[in-house]
């Protein structure tokens, strides 16, 4: 995103911040307080249904652990604490040290045997059960060359693809990297995913967008007796694109696309094929994209301060069915589906806080649907 679209967005949280207040109630719980929520009253018609809202007090969900755990902070994330295993069904059981700390992201593997963690130095990967950490080596000089803020993707489970401070690269499991993509001067990468190529398991669909809101793809091979490579030059799909997911199967692209001063329109198109993408909804602001595991649900978050229609958003990927499922539109913190896709996680740390200070409060928010 360019450096005035920066400067609109900060106004606009801070107005959305200003208008849009967080109803607490708290409960005590092991080291979190938890609090169960009614949905919000309106509600639109559609196949999905929201079962059940679980808040967490002081405590910050970077990832899924399992279908019923999650891995959190009891910190700011930039504070870079150690991290917990906190249980949804096990609610007295004590909440119980993950042994690793310094993290910024956190993203397990689709296996669920290891975790990919990272910050703005360095990264490793641990093991979930063993937690045998092998760091990465990331260097570029004597410097590190990680783009800690951004959350990289899996290549199945056989590597990762992540952010560098001028284009992506993949890190083998034996903590080996290899650069895969330089940007230009002065661009960096803002987001990337991947999928796998449902016809050969060794190859792989890069997608990522850059500070000037370009989205592109790129191809990755993973060969026995090689380290993963690109196949050609990054291909420039869609411009304007404030942000993206890629389905699990490939097949399809969510983009938000930027139509005009603070106007974003959501569309679903084609990853395949020609065909004219489809309209979802428009709004000021559209943000955090993000399917579910199985593609069945898509979730969003909009802010739409004129118009109304501000909220969390999750669609039926089949129908077409928007359901809204809170009336607060997070729109930093990234959604993230555990690993069934019948339950999603947004964390927050309160907008109305000096986000650089020990004493900002934090909240996690998970939706169960039914």
């Not at 952010?163 to 083998?172: K, S």
Request: proline share 5%; glycine share 8%.
């Amino acid at each position: 995103m360019k450096k005035n679209a920066g400067r609109k967005f900060a106004k606009v949280v801070a107005a959305m911040a200003a208008s849009l207040a967080i109803l607490a109630g708290c409960s005590e719980n092991g080291g979190a307080r938890v609090t169960v929520k009614n949905p919000p009253i309106r509600e639109e018609t559609g196949k999905i249904e929201l079962g059940l809202i679980v808040r967490l007090e002081d405590a910050y969900g970077f990832a899924w652990l399992s279908d019923t755990e999650i891995i959190a902070s009891q910190k700011p994330k930039w504070m870079e604490e150690p991290l917990y295993v906190h249980s949804l069904v096990k609610e007295k059981d004590p909440d119980r040290a993950l042994g690793v700390q310094d993290a910024l992201t956190v993203n397990p593997s689709p296996g669920g045997g290891m975790l990919f963690v990272s910050n703005q130095m360095k990264a490793s990967f641990v093991y979930a059960d063993g937690l045998k950490k092998i760091p990465l080596q990331a260097l570029n000089g004597n410097e590190s060359s990680l783009n800690g803020n951004v959350r990289g993707a899996w290549l199945g489970d056989r590597a990762y693809l992540f952010a560098e401070i001028d284009g992506l690269a993949v890190a083998g499991l034996d903590g080996h990297v290899a650069s895969v993509m330089k940007l230009k001067d002065g661009q960096d990468v803002i987001k990337v995913e991947a999928v796998p190529d449902p016809k050969d398991p060794n190859r792989f669909t890069g997608y990522f967008i850059d500070r000037d809101n370009n989205l592109y793809k790129l191809r990755i091979v993973i060969e026995e007796s090689r380290f993963p490579k690109a196949e050609g030059e990054p291909e420039l799909i869609r411009t304007r694109a404030a942000d993206f997911s890629v389905s699990p199967d490939g097949s399809r692209l969510a983009v938000a696309e930027e139509t005009g001063d603070q106007a974003n329109t959501l569309e679903l198109v084609g990853t395949g094929a020609t065909e004219k993408p489809t309209r979802l909804t428009e709004g000021r602001l559209i943000r955090q994209i993000a399917w579910s595991p199985d593609g069945s649900k898509l979730a969003y978050s909009m802010f739409n301060l004129e118009r109304g229609g501000s909220g969390l958003y999750v669609m039926d990927a089949k129908t077409g069915h928007t359901t809204l499922v809170s009336l607060y539109p997070n729109l930093q913190s990234i959604l993230i589906w555990s690993p069934d896709g019948d339950r999603l996680m947004v964390s927050q740390e309160h907008p109305e806080m000096n986000l650089t200070t020990e004493r900002t409060k934090l909240m996690t928010e998970i939706y169960r649907f039914k």
